[in-house]
């Protein structure tokens, strides 16, 4: 393609909320094409659409079938990428859209969390080459059997990262509405402070525990393809955070940031007979209907029973309730409880696996909060507590500060 480079640009729902934003999105893609860049764009459906998608098929039924879902939520970016190409035709650029099956984004077919298996990018290369913008609707594509899927909530930017490896873009820049990774969520700490890079495993830790800005599989793939990603602003031209791999990253601070999450459930299965495969059984069975178990907790056990507690998505909370108070039947196990005002919060950084001690400062600021810690879990470069959703705002700045975060602690490796 006579050496002219290819950049993957994402915009968010917010990006394009209305037709004042979806023009200023075209001017930006002008400017990039104006640099003679070849630009592949991905982007979400208007503003809240998905969410109201969901709203109205829940309307109708209360578990309409994952199929169906899908059909009625790809239509949400169709309806964008459409509007975004006639915005650049009336800017005078060549561009086309295009949904995500008719450009080749293969995935399995788990209906609402499809996973991307193929990317074909054929077609894209001969519109680039013609000199198009080429506009894809993100967080959908079609699985072996030619249905519609998509790919969970937040999936366009694993659209976008999947074409850029497959394209072999040089960048791929997300485009939302705040300007890069904080060290924690700015409405609730506005000292966090901007992060100028951060590495594929420490934003995987920070997008599983709950940072909002870029879906978990979409930094899989990046870190998997080698991908840099760029994420800034849609509506500034400054420097967002650069997404790259450890080598790449000079200063190693201890920490990266505080995130939380309060989308998520505890179930408890009580008095459960303390036997070989109890647990192997209910996680088999909740693991079967593609159920993601994030925290899990056994207790001691006192009289050969215990209890066994585990954080899912609320999203999932219905069919996980269900498939545990079977199992519990089974068992004879003592009653089942759910609890959806949890939050869970974590501490993520490079840096702690080299520095003992992050665990206990980080309990110490929730002691000297008052706050309880009702369950714990960690990786090599991450701490998560699970405490009540309402202290959620007082535990993320209490951690924040204790580590002196909005100061940029930062530790030369
Ligand atoms: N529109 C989808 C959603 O709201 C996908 C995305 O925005 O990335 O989740
Ligand atoms: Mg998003």
Redesign the pocket.
Known sequence: MKGARIIVQ?Y??TSVADTERIKNVARRIAESRERGDHVVVVI??LG????RLIKLAHSISERPREREMDML?AT??QVSVALLSMAMHELGYEAISFTGAQVGIVTDSSHTKAKILDVKVGRILEELDKGSVVIVA??QGVSLDDQIT??????????AVALAAALGAGVCEIYTDVDGVYTADPRLVPEARKLPRVTYEEMLEMAATGARVL?LRSVEFARNYGVVIHVRSSFSGEEGTWIVGDEERMEKAIISGVTHDVSEAKVTIFDVPDRPGVAAGLFQALAAENINVDMIIQNVSEDQKTAISFTVSKEDLRKAEEITRKMAEKLQAGGVSVDQSIAKVSLVGAGMRTHPGVAADMFAALAESGINIEMISTSTIKISCVIRAEDAKKAVRAIHKKFGLERGVVMRA
């Open positions: 994402k968010g729902g979400s459906a809240d659409t998905t969410d939520l949400g970016e993100g967080f998509t790919l969970g909530r937040g999936g366009s930017d694993t659209t879906q």
